[in-house]
């Protein structure tokens, strides 16, 4: 089941964050054809946060995976984790949506490619610096 919490010191807003729940699904492939393979969450919370690109987490089994994570207007929730993450074996995990750094706009084009681009980079950005909230590697 999904579950949106709030709290975190790493959004603009002071304590605020976004954890989504849910289990590992098979995405479309769209993102991974332009370049940046993704991991897809399937979740049905009532209170998600407002559709765009945030800096987020992959979170499960204690591990964080920091990435730039997309949320549609329809829900679909996936993320581009910075390092190589095996999902093996795993069914549920968690994705924490920090800080919005884009705005989110559908595409294939290699317009689009250069979007996912700059905003992989604003999400780097905003964790540059910052301490893992849980072990990583």
Known sequence: PCAPRWNSPHSRKKNTMHLIEGTIIEGSKQA???GFPTINLACKSLNQPE???YAGSLLYDGEEYRGAACLAPSGKLEI???ETVSMKHIK???IALYEKVSEYVAGES???KSKIADDIGKARQFFAGKKRTVRGT
Do not use: K, T, V
């Open 80 to 82: 581009h984790c910075f």
């Open 110 to 112: 290699e317009a689009m």
């Open 32 to 34: 991974s054809e332009l």
């Open 51 to 53: 559709a765009g690109i």
């Open 92 to 94: 549920d995990a968690s």
